[in-house]
């Protein structure tokens, strides 16, 4: 939610410096990369049979890797 709002907070911002159409432009594109990086997570988990982002990085890092990926999540969760 927290990442939503500052994105929304930004928009009229993004669209005084570049235009409303190429602000437009911009966000479907943001909408479309985020669209294929979930539909890339979709298809990780199904073929590993993993859910969450700690198990993809012991899965394919190790204990070390799975330990940090926890940690980023933490800190992205409290802001």
Known sequence: ATCIGI?????PYLSATNGVVFSTILIIFGGLVSYFCAMLMVECAEKIGKSK???FAH????????KFVGICNICTLLG
């Open 53 to 55: 982002y700690e198990e």
């Open 59 to 66: 899965y394919c890092w190790g204990n070390k890797m799975a």
């Open 7 to 11: 994105g929304i907070i930004t928009l």
